[in-house]
T-cell receptor, first 114, second 114 residues
Framework: AQSVTQPDIHITVSEGASLELRCNYSYGATPYLFWYVQSPGQGLQLLLKYFSGDTLVQGIKGFEAEFKRSQSSFNLRKPSVHWSDAAEYFCAVGARGSQGNLIFGKGTKLSVKP | DTAVSQTPKYLVTQMGNDKSIKCEQNLGHDTMYWYKQDSKKFLKIMFSYNNKELIINETVPNRFSPKSPDKAHLNLHINSLELGDSAVYFC?????????????FGPGTRLTVL
């Protein structure tokens, strides 16, 4: 069965420090992979996605993620965190077509220290 | 222009009542979804509609009934509300034929059952 694991429930980093949020997935084929961000009281905004091709994908707000098939991982990174990055981050795996609902991880809450 | 909109944003009601949440998308997508986000921020698919036909119906009580009058709308009707229905409900849409099947989310409806 498809599943997504985000091992870290809560991460705190200092402003300006680098960030890596972990995501591991279980899927029978090459998945579509997504990272969404949810600011407090807001909906979900897509940060970046992986479909095929280059395994390092760039997203909005300076985020990037790397797909590693051998490790079934799709970790999210940012070289320098800003206070406005404090939010909940969700990794998701999806399938193509009309059956393409997303399976979400349980999220990682990011707190940023001044 | 709002891509995916939901009304109402907040909904407070008593146990046993019947309520509806409306969702509209102006992206021309052919697939729409309802997700439930519980108090622990876990997001789970409830329903998926493609071209007004129900595609996915996860294990959801039959008190929940999605209704899609046209491709741009997917409403969620809930009968006999229970305390456990309190959650944030997100509507989303995508184009099933598109490569990425990227889903666009609405701002969410926070339902509180008293």
């Amino acid at each position: 069965a498809q599943s997504v694991t985000q091992p870290d429930i809560h991460i705190t980093v200092s402003e300006g420090a680098s960030l890596e949020l972990r995501c591991n997935y279980s899927y029978g084929a090459t998945p579509y992979l997504f990272w969404y961000v949810q600011s407090p009281g807001q909906g979900l905004q897509l940060l970046l996605k992986y479909f095929s091709g280059d395994t390092l994908v760039q997203g909005i707000k300076g985020f990037e993620a790397e797909f590693k098939r051998s490790q079934s991982s799709f970790n999210l990174r940012k070289p320098s965190v800003h206070w406005s990055d404090a939010a909940e981050y969700f990794c998701a795996v999806g399938a193509r077509g009309s059956q393409g609902n997303l399976i979400f991880g349980k999220g990682t809450k990011l707190s940023v220290k001044p | 222009d709002t891509a995916v909109s939901q009304t109402p944003k907040y909904l407070v009601t008593q146990m046993g009542n019947d309520k509806s949440i409306k969702c509209e998308q102006n992206l021309g997508h052919d697939t729409m979804y309802w997700y439930k986000q519980d108090s622990k921020k876990f997001l789970k698919i409830m329903f998926s509609y493609n071209n007004k036909e129900l595609i996915i119906n996860e294990t959801v009580p039959n008190r929940f009934s999605p209704k899609s009058p046209d491709k741009a709308h997917l409403n969620l009707h809930i009968n006999s509300l229970e305390l456990g229905d309190s959650a944030v409900y997100f509507c989303a849409s995508s184009q099933a034929s598109a490569s990425y099947n990227e889903q666009f989310f609405g701002p969410g409806t926070r339902l509180t059952v008293l």
